[in-house]
């Protein structure tokens, strides 16, 4: 066979979709090992993000299959869940006014962000981009609901590529320095105690998968957010809370959700991100380290005025996404259903309150 034909032959081998996944979910495996091996924090995600987003950057030949993402939510939505047993969910109900100075400090926060990447890029200067409104700004800036901010911002004709691709590299970038951070800094384990199941009872976990299916159907049907997630989250908790959750998740099945997680997180960074507005990028880039220190500032404070450790503080009030912090929180035991309830409360008042706030702040004011 000549050199080009078999070029050409391997090229569209490795276009195939289930090829492509197949290699991706092979080498995030291995990066997973790697990254265990070298004692690196969350090694099941921050292993196959990496990987992946350095992959496909490079031009590679990766995927990832959408069920299977969605999967990766359902288990980790519902694992979360079988943290709020009745004495759990009392606690956190009790807590109800920190999570609201949380929610109108992420608010607060976002819009700061927004208005300081307007100043930078669309005053005259060396980091102008011509054509940046207020509107890409604005939705490129809300701490949380990545995903539907790029759809809210298309709606209303912003620049939805450079919104996602603040949105992508701020959770990244959180996902990252954050565990690496607490691992450097030795804080871990601080919650020990795990107040659900701790055995895997198999005709149990039968009943709660399918129940758990059922809320992430409802969710999916009803057209609400993140509905993989926040669907099996949501009836894991009413059974946990209720006594009936009677099974714990079998590790493996926990650990390839966060794996299927973190590709679907690096597959977006695709070879048009590195060229893209690379003065943008290194702005968001610098504001989220901003935010992850303001952040950190924040939570020091409220733990002075609440029993809880500045740690789990840190990671209900970062400005990363629900999913990678709550799984941060699982691995590190460091408050999980605080983590939780936090990001859970914070992503509702964000798709609640951005259009509103949008309207309130600038519109008013041209």
């Excluded at 031009?59 to 990766?72: D, H, I, V």
């Excluded at 039968?206 to 009836?235: D, E, H």
């Amino acid at each position: 066979m000549p050199p080009f034909a078999f070029i050409q032959l391997t090229q569209r081998f490795f276009q195939r979709a289930a090829v492509r996944t197949l290699l991706t979910l092979s080498l995030a495996w291995a990066a997973a090992l790697l990254c265990i091996a070298l004692r690196i924090p969350l090694p099941w995600m921050i292993g196959p993000l990496l990987m992946t987003a350095g992959l496909t950057m490079a031009g590679g030949p990766t995927a990832s299959w959408k069920p299977l993402r969605n999967g990766g939510q359902w288990v980790i939505g519902g694992a979360l869940g079988l943290y709020f047993t009745p004495q759990i969910v009392s606690l956190v109900g009790s807590l109800w006014w920190v999570m609201a100075l949380g929610i109108v400090w992420a608010l607060a926060l976002g819009l700061v962000f927004g208005a300081w990447l307007h100043r930078v890029h669309a005053s005259a200067g060396p980091f102008h981009i011509a054509g940046l409104s207020r509107l890409t700004t604005y939705f490129s800036s809300p701490i949380g609901a990545a995903s539907e901010m790029t759809l809210m911002g298309e709606r209303h004709g912003a620049s939805t590529d450079l919104i996602a691709s603040a949105h992508s590299l701020r959770v990244m970038l959180v996902t990252l320095i954050v565990p690496f951070g607490f691992q450097w800094a030795g804080l871990h384990g601080l919650d020990t105690s795990f107040p659900g199941p701790r055995v895997v009872v198999w005709p149990s976990l039968a009943l709660w998968t399918v129940l758990t299916g059922i809320g992430c159907w409802v969710m999916l049907k009803t057209r609400r957010t993140n509905p993989w997630f926040v669907g099996s989250l949501a009836m894991s908790i009413v059974l946990t809370a209720n006594g009936l959750s009677q099974s714990a998740l079998p590790p493996g099945v926990i650990n390839a959700a966060q794996l299927v997680i973190g590709i679907s997180l690096g597959v977006r960074f695709t070879p048009s991100f590195v060229h893209m507005a690379p003065r943008w990028m290194a702005s968001v880039a610098l504001a989220t380290v901003v935010m992850i220190a303001l952040c950190g500032g924040f939570a020091w404070g409220l733990s002075h005025v609440v029993d809880l450790h500045w740690a789990t503080l840190v990671l209900g009030t970062s400005p990363g996404g629900v999913a990678e912090m709550a799984i941060t929180a699982k691995v590190l035991q460091l408050g999980v259903p605080i983590v939780t309830a936090f990001h859970v409360m914070r992503l509702a008042a964000v798709l609640l309150l951005a259009e509103p706030m949008y309207r309130w702040w600038y519109q008013e004011r041209l």
